[in-house]
C-alpha cells in the first residue's frame, strides 16, 4: 500500500513567484487516502490520513503545522499592483534573499482500520512521506519613474515584466513573455 505524499504547491497563477521580503504561499496538496486488502477472506478497509506537515523553504528555515494550508484568492482579484499580491496565509514564508529555492514538505500520516459495518479503529504509529518538491523563485521589486510610452526596448522599464540580468532565466509566470536569448517579445498573459 504506497501512500502518496501529495506535492508542494503554489497559488496556481504565480507558479512558486514571489518578492523578497513579501509572503510567498506554498501549501502542501495532499489527501487522506484509502486502501482496501482482503485479510483472511474478509475485506478491511485502511486509511492514511495526514495529520501534520514539515515545510522546508529552501533558505534555512522551516515550519511544522497540523494545516497543510491552502490556494489564496487569485491574485486578480486582489489587484494590480504587487503589494496586492502578498497575503500572509497559514504555511506562507517570507524570504529575505532573492533566488530559486527548492521547497519541501513531509506530511506525517496516522492509520486507521475498518471491518465491514464497523467503525475506524486508530493503528499506532504513524509514517512520514515526503511529497513532490517545489521550487519558490523570488525576485526584487525595483521602482522607478519614466516619462512616457517605451521607444527604445534598451530603456529600463521597456524590456518586460522583469529586469533580467547575465545569466537569469525569466520567472515561470513570464516565461512565454520571453525568447530562448532572454529577449522580451511582448505578454502572452490571457
Not at 28 to 46: D, K, P, W
Not at 49 to 69: A, I, L
Not at 170 to 188: L, M, T
Amino acid at each position: 500500500m504506497p501512500i502518496e505524499g501529495g506535492a508542494v504547491a503554489f497559488d496556481e497563477e504565480l507558479l512558486g513567484f514571489g518578492y523578497i521580503n513579501q509572503h510567498t504561499n506554498v501549501f502542501a496538496e495532499v489527501e487522506t487516502q484509502t486502501f482496501s486488502e482482503s485479510l483472511l477472506g474478509i475485506n478491511v478497509e485502511i486509511r492514511a490520513v495526514p495529520v501534520e506537515y514539515q515545510f522546508d523553504y529552501g533558505d534555512g528555515t522551516s515550519r511544522t503545522s497540523s494545516d497543510p494550508g491552502g490556494p489564496s484568492a487569485p491574485v486578480r482579484a486582489r489587484g494590480a499592483d504587487a503589494s496586492s499580491w502578498e497575503v500572509e496565509t497559514a504555511t506562507s514564508h517570507i524570504y529575505q534573499e532573492t533566488g530559486v529555492f527548492p521547497v519541501n514538505v513531509t506530511t506525517t500520516f496516522i492509520g486507521e482500520y475498518r471491518l465491514p459495518g464497523e467503525a475506524w479503529t486508530p493503528i499506532s504509529g504513524s509514517v512520514e512521506i515526503p511529497a513532490t518538491p517545489g521550487e519558490a523563485d523570488i525576485w526584487r521589486l525595483s521602482h522607478r519613474h519614466v516619462s512616457g510610452a517605451c521607444r527604445e526596448p534598451s530603456h529600463w522599464g521597456c524590456s518586460g515584466p522583469v529586469e533580467l540580468g547575465p545569466g537569469d532565466r525569466p520567472p515561470k509566470i513570464f516565461a512565454e513573455d520571453y525568447d530562448s536569448s532572454g529577449r522580451y517579445i511582448g505578454s502572452h498573459s490571457p
